[in-house]
């Protein structure tokens, strides 16, 4: 959580400035280093949706030449979970992807654009109010997942557990 603390702020600049999402891409590769090797990267966004990418090359291709079917997922999680901590402050929730089902529809042979989106009125009904009443809960997003020219490559769901970090409770042996 503590590299998360900037988080915030990068994604409101990311919002209004090229080089303020440089810079969000920048810091996100090193918070989430996984995502590093792969190029995974934000491609845009505003209050209500999150697009990410990842270019096509070798380290992103199936033994078919494709993109990987785990890239794919990773894009789609990467999408849909930035969604949620660009619109919950990571310093005030905790939040682990529970589920992730995908459905692949179209082999991508090209760099792929994870699109994410989820309006104020959703928020506020599937997470907001809920968490008012309950500790956690857990609640899905769906993201698309597209090639460059446009055709539908994978459907993603993805269920995040949301709680709150004043009742999480962790357990160090």
């Given amino acids: 959580m503590k590299g998360f603390a900037s988080l915030p702020g990068l994604l409101a600049g990311a919002r209004r400035s090229r080089f303020r999402l440089w810079l969000l891409n920048?810091?996100?590769g090193r918070m989430i280093p996984f995502n590093r090797p792969h190029g995974v990267r934000v491609l845009a966004l505003d209050e209500n949706r999150v697009q990410t990418t990842a270019p096509?090359?070798?380290?992103?291709?199936?033994?078919?030449?494709?993109?990987?079917?785990?890239?794919?997922?990773?894009?789609a999680e990467f999408s849909s979970g930035l969604l949620f901590l660009s619109?919950?402050?990571?310093?005030?929730?905790?939040?682990?992807?529970?589920?992730?089902?995908?459905?692949?529809?179209?082999q991508a042979k090209g760099a792929i654009v994870a699109t994410t989106s989820l309006t104020d009125e959703e928020l506020k009904a599937r997470v907001l109010k809920p968490l008012a009443d309950v500790d956690k809960i857990q609640t899905t997003l769906p993201t698309e997942v597209h090639d460059r020219q446009g055709r539908l490559v994978a459907t993603a769901l993805v269920t995040w557990q949301i709680k709150s970090w004043?009742?999480?409770?962790?357990?160090v042996d």
């Fill in 166 to 171: 004043d009742k999480v409770r962790t357990r």
């Fill in 56 to 75: 096509y090359r070798k380290r992103n291709q199936n033994h078919l030449r494709g993109i990987h079917a785990c890239c794919i997922a990773t894009v």
């Fill in 87 to 106: 619109r919950l402050n990571p310093n005030r929730y905790r939040l682990i992807m529970a589920k992730l089902e995908i459905d692949y529809h179209y």
């Fill in 26 to 28: 920048l810091m996100l």
